[in-house]
């Protein structure tokens, strides 16, 4: 399990290309045959991908988290962005196809990961256990958001958020950007009470997305592939813009689970 150290705004200026892809970018989320983890201190939030390649994969505790297993304090959130895979929780056995949501709560002791899937996972620490519950794809509150002419029209599923899958902290869904469309989300905005994490996906071999972050007056971006993911600090805003159509994971944890608590950086004001 890798360790990314809080950071502040005030690193921004002086950084580096190479400063900031090492502390927001997470370029080999996906190893076949591995179970790769980041442990950022935003928020003590862990991600990470698992690919089980043939053969089973496991969760266990790991020693960064102090616990005898992984959920033991904690919750997680699994998106599937490959094929169809399973998830044993506790001997409950969920298959799982591309695009589909996993919720695991707090307390679930064995967890293991088998079939052709490329597993996503985000995990926040929990006070308390909600119960286990898998999501297909469009199932769950669909929201059809931008406009064709803005080059933003996209499909936002919820899955793990206030009036769907019940968590402690996470807030989790996937977004699907419309052919033509690039911009993920704009005006860019900050969650100041939330770290949110992006994977992107479904990005074609020769495309890149340009992710923007840092302060309004103090933005910096980071150039990103497909299965690739950004942790994105509570300060810091967030948008991106493709070379043409994907798709992204999002997740957060933090103060709040209210998707729409978020403060707007007017295009007009970013520097």
Known sequence: MEQRYATNPEQIPGATTADLRDR???????VPGEIRLVYTHHDRIVLGGVVPAGSPLELTGYPEIRSDFFLEHRELGIVNIGG????????????IVKGACLYLGRGTRSIVFDGDGQFYLFSAPAHTSYPSALVAPGEGTV???????????RTLNQYIHENGVKSCQ???????????????TMPAHTHDRRTE????????EDARVIHLLGEREETRHLVVADRQAVISPSWSLHSGVGTAAYSFVWAMAGENQAF????????????
Do not use: K
């Open 170 to 184: 996470i807030v989790m869904g996937v977004t699907q950007l419309h052919p033509g469309s690039m911009w993920n």
């Open 24 to 30: 927001y970018l997470v370029p080999e989320v996906f």
């Open 84 to 95: 169809t895979g399973t998830v044993t929780a506790d001997a409950q056995v969920y298959t």
């Open 260 to 271: 729409d608590d978020m403060d707007a950086a007017l295009v007009t004001d970013l520097r």
């Open 197 to 204: 994490c992006y994977l992107y996906f479904d990005v074609a």
């Open 143 to 153: 929201r059809e958001l931008g406009d064709q002419l803005t080059s933003n029209r």
